[in-house]
């Protein structure tokens, strides 16, 4: 049973596009959605996350957007580089009580071409 | 290190033979985790150590798997009798203590390769 749907599974972008990842969610105690980035040979490292009582959280380039009501968020990577070519997981955990373990998504393998 | 450290970084094993992982966690974490990446199939959580509390094992594949932490700190994963399909990335994480108000980011390791032959 997959908690945490992701997609798409890949995703190929010009320089300078926009990218957009989403994930739905069925547990409704997460309250926390941290976004990963990995590259190759390396371990997965934050970065970004957002907690459900906002909408919208944004660093730099990327933006989170999140609707409760329908459980999901997305990731937005604004003017997109090939710097930013990776892997993607979005996670949920529950601080509140519950699990402390996040849950991933399946991951999504962007390219971005120069 | 100032970082989760993990070895070894490539393990090529035979098939049935048995394979340890190790663990530094960061200094000072007290939660610890283990996740198994496969081509396509995300993060699969495997186990969770949080201080002297017993560890979540929910996500043991099969009793061919354990894994124990020593003193708070190290921990090694073991897989005995390795089969073909345990061929992945294992992937330790370690954070500060839980909590309901902080987000506790998880830092992540390079990973062990493991590839059964």
């Known amino acids: 049973q997959q908690q945490v749907k992701q997609s798409p599974q890949s995703l190929i972008v010009q320089k300078g596009g926009i990218s957009i990842i989403n994930c739905a969610y069925e547990?409704?105690?997460?309250?926390?959605f941290p976004w990963y980035q990995q590259f190759p040979g390396k371990g997965p490292a934050l970065l970004i996350a957002?907690?459900?009582?906002?909408s919208e959280k944004k660093e730099g380039r990327f933006t989170i957007s999140f609707n409760k009501s329908a459980k999901q968020f997305s990731l937005h990577i604004m003017d997109s580089q090939p710097g930013d070519s990776a892997t993607y997981f979005c996670a949920a955990r529950a601080l509140s009580g519950g699990s402390y373990i996040p849950t991933f998504g399946r991951g999504t393998s962007l390219i971005v071409h120069p | 290190g100032a970082g989760v450290s993990q070895s070894p970084s490539n393990k090529v094993t035979e098939k049935g033979k048995d394979v340890e992982l190790r663990c530094d966690p960061i200094?000072?974490?007290?939660?610890l985790y283990w996740y198994r990446q496969s081509l396509g199939q995300g993060l699969e959580f495997l186990i969770y150590?949080?201080?002297?509390?017993?560890?979540?094992k929910s996500g043991l594949p099969s009793d061919r798997f354990s894994a124990e932490r020593t003193g708070g700190s190290v921990s090694t994963l073991t897989i005995q009798r390795t089969q073909q399909e345990d061929s992945a990335v294992y992937l330790c994480?370690?954070?500060?203590?839980?909590?309901?108000?902080?987000?506790?980011?998880?830092?992540f390791g390079e990973g062990s390769w493991l590839t059964v032959v």
């Open positions: 994480a370690s954070s500060l203590v839980q909590g309901a108000t902080t987000g506790n980011t998880i830092y």
């Open positions: 150590f949080q201080g002297n509390s017993a560890p979540d």
């Open positions: 957002i907690r459900p009582d906002v």
């Open positions: 200094s000072g974490h007290t939660a």
């Open positions: 547990n409704t105690a997460f309250d926390y």
